[in-house]
């Protein structure tokens, strides 16, 4: 069964401050993973995926996060934080073998940057 | 380009009541996937359709059901909702033919049930 971990409810970071969003994943096989962003009462918005080739993905908004298949994580990074990176973050995981299935969600980290 | 549109934004319903969201996928994809997110949680899947047949289904009951149309936009409906249904139901589309089946979110429908 797949699965992923956000072991984080909360990150508090200054802005300025780089950040990280922590996520490991459970799945059999070779992963498709996915960092996704809420703002509240949005719906969520597509950050970054790794797929394959290079494990440092660069995504939107200057994030971007290392895929490491030993550790099994998909950490969120980046550099500089900034008050409007305030949101919720999700990583999500599809094995990469199983069709057109359904993403499997962490429970969400709740990212604050303080001014 | 329309990225993915649902409707209503919110609805207020009762205990034992019927309601029926809609979701427009992004031009282009053929793939919808409905997923529930109570407050305070990941979202969860509940079922896809592709070529208007429910393709996969998530752990929900039966109350939950839904229907694609061959504009591939669908339609997501809860029968005898009870105060739990409460959550906000997010429309994803996709691409079959995409390799990483990458999914596209609407903003979604916040369902109260009183």
């Known amino acids: 069964a797949q699965s992923v971990a956000q072991p984080e409810d909360q990150v508090n970071v200054a802005e300025g401050n780089p950040l990280t969003v922590k996520c490991t994943y459970s799945v059999s096989g070779n992963p498709y993973l996915f960092w996704y962003v809420q703002y509240p009462n949005r719906g969520l918005q597509f950050l970054l995926k790794?797929?394959?080739?290079?494990?440092l993905v660069k995504g939107s908004y200057g994030f971007e996060a290392e895929f490491n298949k030993s550790q099994t994580s998909f950490h969120l990074k980046k550099p500089s934080a900034l008050v409007s990176d305030s949101a919720l973050y999700f990583c999500?995981?599809?094995?990469?073998?199983?069709?057109?299935?359904?993403?499997?969600f962490g429970k969400g980290t709740r990212l604050s940057v303080i001014a | 380009d329309a990225g993915v549109t649902q409707s209503p934004t919110h609805l207020i319903k009762t205990r034992g009541q019927q309601v029926t969201l809609r979701c427009s996928p992004k031009?282009?994809?053929?793939?919808v996937s409905w997923y529930q997110q109570a407050l305070g949680q990941g979202p969860q899947f509940i079922f896809q359709y592709y070529e208007e047949e429910e393709r996969q289904r998530g752990n929900f009951p039966d109350r939950f059901s839904g229907h694609q149309f061959p504009n591939y936009s669908s339609e997501l409906n809860v029968n005898a909702l009870l105060l739990g249904d409460s959550a906000l139901y997010l429309c994803a589309s996709s691409f079959t033919g995409a390799a990483s089946y990458e999914q596209y979110f609407g903003p979604g429908t916040r369902l109260t049930v009183t």
């Open positions: 790794y797929i394959t080739g290079d494990n």
């Open positions: 031009s282009g994809h053929d793939t």
């Open positions: 999500a995981v599809r094995y990469r073998f199983s069709g057109n299935t359904p993403l499997v």
